[in-house]
């Protein structure tokens, strides 16, 4: 999906758009097939009871809660969260119904740093850190491909100047 256009100023084009690395997914993932095996375990023990129908509907909407609380709404935030390089500036936007976001102009980065794990560096992805003129250096992480990431910022920064 490419960044809304309406958002950028005159003559500025997006480079580069990522969202977070999808390793963030692992874990509602694997909470949901939690979610799902436990309601279903629960349904076949009961499902002898005169009771069975009322627990089986007091199941589903603890397990369709649960599924939307610890799964579905970390999707949506991993969806809605955007990392978008273009020639003038880095923007960071987060967020469904209240957004926060930053941005970075390109002529304000003083560096640009990454770092990354062993298992994040077999995964793909990383911590970009951006130091700017006037603040503390801001950190962003689970960048997916960070090494290009921020060889492709540098460039930026370079051209820019």
């Not at 958002?7 to 977070?20: A, D, I, M, Q, T």
Request: proline content about 5%; some cysteine; hydrophobic content about 50%.
């Amino acid at each position: 999906m490419a960044y809304p256009d309406d958002l950028l100023v005159s003559g500025e084009r997006v480079v580069l758009h990522k969202h977070p690395h999808a390793k963030m997914l692992v874990v509602p993932v694997l909470v949901l097939l939690l979610v799902v095996a436990v309601c279903v375990f629960v349904a076949a023990l009961v499902r002898e009871q005169t009771w069975a129908p009322v627990a089986w509907i007091a199941l589903a909407v603890v397990g369709v809660g649960l599924a939307v609380w610890l799964t579905l709404v970390p999707v949506i935030r991993w969806r809605t969260t955007h990392f978008v390089v273009t020639t003038r500036r880095v923007l960071v936007r987060e967020g469904v119904l209240s957004r926060t976001g930053i941005d970075i102009p390109m002529s304000r980065i003083n560096s640009v740093q990454f770092r990354h794990t062993a298992l994040e560096r077999v995964l793909g992805c990383g911590t970009l850190v951006i130091e700017s003129a006037s603040d503390e250096p801001l950190e962003f992480t689970d960048v997916p491909q960070v090494e290009k990431v921020h060889a492709l910022l540098y460039q930026e920064v370079a051209d820019d100047t």
